[in-house]
């Protein structure tokens, strides 16, 4: 019945789900201080881990023959992140009843998130219909964020959150699907058209014509999103862009072109938002105001510090003094606790991750499912650069979370429908 | 040629981050910044994907992509490396004070420290020296003897950490550390909260005030320590603060915090630094106290015995600089034996053994008795030195000279020079010098038992007796022969070392008693007492007088 045991998956799967299952149990047995423990203590881990074992069952079932690594790296990256969130929930919970059962509720949006995979996996067969509606995702996608600009929840004078009966949705994290989506279709009809130059009298010109459906489309997402104060989702738009012109062109000029422009963008946003000028302040000197605009960047720097090479040991730490250690600085927490040898894993995780989304792109047979392929990864990739780099003060903080690892239901269910469709694009039998 | 260019690159990558890594502090964030940045170009340069011609557009253009996305990950590894690993000692210990006054420094250590639950520190004899007062958030420590401020030091965790004893055995005294390592890591593990330990001092609080005593108004030092064991009876240091004033915890009101923090800004702008722990910190030039090391140095090496004679006509020229000679008894005489020399101190002498034993010589004996090193004593020590760091004794023959009669660029503290005259005393080997002698924890129970043993061995037997011989004659027929005490035998010598700039000299005295049972050693300082014989010798006396009284 079982036509290919997925058994490269299921043995990559064993190491995250030992690791979190008795990660769990250092946490508990530290933080009570006596080793009797319960099944009970360590559920959430359990839980998780027995719907992963679950779906790597049901990808052999249904003779998925698509990619057996990135899953893996998903549930390790997932599962660490699911352990951190539990070690921090005692400081968490003191903070007041928005982050009551955070580990409870992480759980069941990794649960979706995981359904969300699995049914992309095993029930769409087909992505064509994607590429024939391109036009729709790029106007619903601009439509969700003026949506949200205008009924949107402020959360942190950022108005990000549209709230639609019990759930809060952070819309940006759909639109960059949407909008990968939209880019991936447009530029697998126009592949031709975008590499070759356009003849202006005695001129050779980028195909602007061509050109201009992304242009327009990026301009307007970017300004939706500098409206409303979410730099690091503009820069992961960006980038992606960026990203997947020069893949499709081939022209290291269009790149020169873009930062050029960013540049300039950066230069009068720089001179004209004092938001802006605080977080260049801060990148480059967050002690000039260590107890305001610096607080969370000093405290970070001290958690990383005190982690040195081996971490203090899982709920030995005190990452909890990092404002929102949960959503942006959950990487400080690893460092502190797991040491450099703990970031190191992750940031290894995270380029295997890259590594092989670009490899499913390469390996893709239609152009469509080329581009999906690579934009998709280009939003993990450059998602995670964005957030490590802040960090870890190699650039500006701009608040953004952490795939899979970042507390969070949109992030998590926006990603995992990416790891979905990249498993998809990989199976070689059944792309459209 | 492409090949030699990424090699090229790869080493301008790696030596920019390389130098960054190693600056430390000294490259501002922002210059790092700027080299990682460079590195990061020369590395994309480095590992641009080659042989790609015949790829597809696609395939080409995603190879390079990845490559770039590479290069920033290898730069977020390195900045991690650095953050966590190269300044994170910096960053730990970072603090300012913020614009309200507030002190912004690492939560973490103030997380850490339960101070009600901290140990005491005991005399030997039991007397307490340091002891938390009072249970939960209402509690502070109390110093109560004043002649152990400087030893004990302050504790502070609030504001200034900690420094002396409080410092040196903060996780014992704090219960954040067992000796047994198993012990310590369950603890670890399970998280326990510890009662801190109780640390039973080698020091007797008796000898302590009367070192204290003695020195009185005076700037200055006193050691007194068991040459056969290696136990310091006294460590006293003057001037000396007051560490009740500067406790802070975690509950201290504003109003405490800006009295510790007013009372701090005093003590550090004084110009006589009290905070300095003059016996194990203060570094001072030894003057004719070094004659001893020197001696020891030709004795051993066989160059000379106690009787081997030397010149002495007043004056003598090392290459162009001309030493004079003021302490001979009879100046009509110019032939000395190294006994006779050592007892009157004589300087042109030991500039002539300095010459002949050679820089190489006179720095392998120093680093013997444990110049350049920090010795282990229980507090924070410094190393002497002999000379500045700048020069080397081999630059210069007039360095060599000064150096070996106690002046030139030498810098030592007095329980260095303790230690010289234990390796004497105490036929050549020096035991590891300590301060605490067993550590209880709550229960009352020993959990660690100090056990004397050897640090160095710098001289061998023969060459201890002969310097013994040398301190007797110097103490009964030179210029230390004020030490004498009745039913002892007294090896000393005296030192008066020229500090320049019109101030008057060091008063030095270096000696040891002896009952047949135990050897005492002791070495005292008197910033700018006068002579080795005024100042410092009574004190040096009185301490071994007292110690060794029934």
């Known amino acids: 019945m079982i036509g290919r045991f997925r058994f490269t998956e299921f043995q990559l799967l064993l190491v995250p789900g030992i690791a979190t299952i008795v990660g769990l149990l250092t946490i508990y047995v530290a933080s009570t201080g006596n080793l009797n423990w319960d099944w009970q203590d360590i559920w959430i881990s359990i839980a998780f881990m027995g719907a992963v074992v679950a779906i790597s069952f049901l990808f052999s079932l249904t003779k998925f023959g698509g990619d057996q690594i990135i899953f893996p790296i998903t549930v390790a990256l997932s599962a660490l992140g699911l352990l951190i969130i539990q070690r921090l929930e005692p400081s968490l919970a003191a903070l007041g009843p928005g982050y009551a059962q955070l580990p409870e509720r992480q759980l069941l949006y990794l649960w979706v998130g995981l359904g969300l995979l699995a049914f992309v996996v095993i029930f769409i067969r087909r992505l064509s219909w994607l590429r024939r509606y391109k036009y729709t995702w790029a106007v619903g996608a601009i439509f969700l964020m003026v949506v949200t600009m205008v009924f949107g929840t402020e959360v942190k004078g950022a108005r990000l959150w549209l709230s639609v009966g019990p759930f809060t949705i952070q819309t940006s994290e759909i639109t960059k699907i949407a909008l990968v989506v939209f880019l991936a279709a447009y530029l697998a009809e126009n592949e031709d058209l975008i590499s070759s130059t356009y003849r202006l009298g005695p001129f050779n010109l980028p195909p602007i014509p061509y050109l201009m459906p992304i242009v327009i489309m990026w301009a307007f997402s970017l300004l939706v999103v500098v409206a409303q104060n979410d730099l690091g989702t503009a820069l992961l738009f960006f980038g992606v862009l960026l990203s997947m012109i020069y893949q499709a062109s081939g022209k290291l000029s269009y790149v020169a072109v873009g930062l050029f422009s960013f540049a300039i963008g950066v230069v009068i946003a720089y001179e004209r938002f004092s938001r802006v000028q605080l977080r260049i302040q801060n990148w480059l000197d967050p002690w000039r105001d260590p107890l305001d605009a610096g607080f969370q960047q000093v405290q970070s720097e001290y958690a990383m510090a005190s982690g040195g090479l081996f971490g203090r040991g899982l709920a030995f730490g005190s990452p909890g003094f990092i404002p929102e250690v949960h959503s942006d600085y959950v990487f400080a927490a690893i460092g502190e606790e797991l040491g450099l040898l703990g970031t190191f894993a992750v940031l290894m995780l995270f380029l295997l991750l890259v590594f092989r989304g670009y490899l499913i792109a390469m390996r893709a047979k239609d152009p469509f499912g080329r581009y999906l392929a690579a934009g998709l990864t280009s939003i993990l990739a450059i998602q995670t650069l964005i957030i490590l780099g802040g960090t870890v003060r190699l650039i500006p903080l701009t608040g953004i979370t952490l795939p899979f690892v970042s507390a969070g239901g949109s992030s998590l269910l926006s990603n995992f429908l990416i790891i979905g469709l990249l498993m998809r694009i990989s199976d070689p039998d059944r792309v459209s | ?550």
């Open chain 2, 1 to 550: 040629m492409r090949r030699l260019l990424r090699v090229l690159c790869m080493i301008g990558a790696l030596s920019a981050i390389g130098y960054g890594l190693s600056a430390g502090s000294e490259w501002s964030d922002r210059r790092w910044l700027q080299a990682l940045a460079v590195a990061g170009l020369l590395l994309i340069i480095a590992w641009w994907p080659a042989g790609t011609r015949y790829f597809s557009t696609f395939n080409r253009s995603t190879m390079r992509l990845a490559t770039i996305l590479l290069v920033v990950f290898a730069l977020i590894s390195v900045q991690l490396v650095r953050v966590q690993i190269v300044q994170s000692s910096r960053t730990l210990d970072r603090q300012q004070i913020g614009p309200g006054g507030q002190v912004v420094q690492n939560p973490r250590n103030r997380l850490e420290e339960h101070p009600e639950l901290r140990g005491s520190i005991l005399d030997r004899n039991g007397v307490v020296l340091a002891e938390q007062i009072g249970d939960g958030e209402d509690t502070y420590r109390s110093y109560p003897q004043p002649a152990v401020y400087g030893l004990t030091g302050y504790y502070s965790p609030a504001l200034y950490g900690a420094s002396g004893l409080e410092a040196s055995y903060d996780a014992e005294l704090a219960g954040r550390k067992d000796p047994n390592p198993v012990v310590d890591w369950l603890d670890d593990v399970l998280n326990r909260d510890r009662s801190g330990y109780d640390l039973n001092l080698t020091v007797d609080l008796e000898l302590q005030q009367l070192a204290d005593d003695l020195l009185g108004d005076q700037d200055g030092a006193v050691v007194l320590m068991d040459a056969g064991t290696g136990a310091s009876l006294s460590l006293a240091s003057s001037p000396g603060y007051d560490p009740n004033r500067l406790y802070t915890d975690n509950e201290s009101t504003e109003e405490q915090l800006a009295e510790a923090g007013a009372y701090w800004r005093e003590i550090i702008a004084r110009d006589d630094a009290p905070l300095v722990f003059r016996p194990a910190e203060g570094l001072y030039v030894p003057g004719s106290t070094f004659k001893m090391l020197t001696a020891s140095a030709v004795l051993n090496s066989g160059m000379s015995t106690t009787e081997t004679m030397y010149r002495d006509e007043g004056a003598l020229e090392v290459d162009g600089r001309v030493i004079i000679e003021l302490n001979r008894p009879d100046e009509s005489r110019v032939d000395w034996t190294l006994e006779e020399s050592f007892a009157y101190s004589l300087n042109v002498v030991f500039a002539r053994i300095g010459l002949e034993l050679g820089a190489e010589l006179l720095q392998e004996y120093a680093d013997r008795f444990g110049f350049g090193e920090a010795p282990p004593a229980g507090v924070i020590t410094v190393p002497s030195r002999l000379t500045s760091g700048e020069t080397e004794l081999s630059d210069s023959r007039t360095l060599v000279a000064d150096t070996a009669f106690g002046q030139g660029e030498l810098l030592v503290t007095p329980l260095q020079m303790a230690l010289l005259g234990a390796a004497i005393a105490n036929d050549g080997e020096i035991m590891e010098p300590y301060l605490v002698d067993s550590m209880v924890d709550a229960d009352g129970e020993v959990v660690e038992q100090a056990s004397p043993s050897v640090w160095k061995k710098p001289i061998n037997e023969q060459t201890a007796e002969a310097m013994q011989e040398l301190m007797l004659a110097s103490a009964t027929y030179g210029y230390a022969s004020g030490a004498q005490i009745e039913g002892l035998t007294v090896g000393g010598k005296t030192g008066t070392a020229e500090v320049g700039g019109g101030a008057a000299p060091h008063s030095w005295f270096v000696g040891y008693g002896s009952d047949g049972e135990r050897t005492l050693v002791t070495a005292v300082i008197v910033e700018n007492g006068g002579p080795g014989s005024v100042a410092a010798l009574p004190i040096g006396r009185e301490m071994l007088a007292a110690a060794f009284a029934p």
